[in-house]
């Protein structure tokens, strides 16, 4: 069994950073972070498989987002930079039990509880 736990979301202004944390308890494969904002539904945001190289991201926040994960730690990390209103959303954390990177939320076993970026313009 695998918990994960977000933490980092908090209010900030359009072109401000935030920087997301998961920390997983268990044994982890690929991993990868989604969003999901009222009203909508849950989208992929980006994924890294589990040796670290592969990287996937959504066209939304390529340029913008770095993910990043420490095995030895096993964490996962979001770097979010040059934040927009249409960013704002609940971050949820996600584990899959296979090795490579994927975009498919129904490939993932397991989530975290979420956490909640919210950009101001």
């Known amino acids: 069994q695998v918990q994960l736990v977000e933490s980092g979301g908090r209010l900030v202004q359009a072109g401000g950073s935030l920087r997301l944390s998961c920390a997983a308890s268990g044994r982890t494969f690929s991993m990868g972070w989604f969003r999901q904002a009222p009203g909508k539904e849950r989208e992929f945001v980006a994924a890294?498989?589990?040796?670290?190289?592969?990287?996937h991201y959504a066209d939304s926040v390529k340029g913008r987002f770095t993910i990043s994960r420490d095995n030895a730690k096993n964490t996962l990390d979001l770097q979010m930079n040059n934040l927009r209103s249409e960013d704002t959303a609940g971050y949820y954390c996600?584990?899959?039990?296979?090795?490579?990177?994927?975009?498919?939320?129904?490939?993932?076993?397991?989530w975290g509880q979420g956490t909640q970026v919210t950009v101001s313009s």
């Open positions: 890294v498989s589990w040796s670290g190289a592969t990287i």
């Open positions: 996600a584990a899959s039990r296979l090795r490579q990177a994927t975009m498919t939320p129904s490939e993932y076993a397991y």
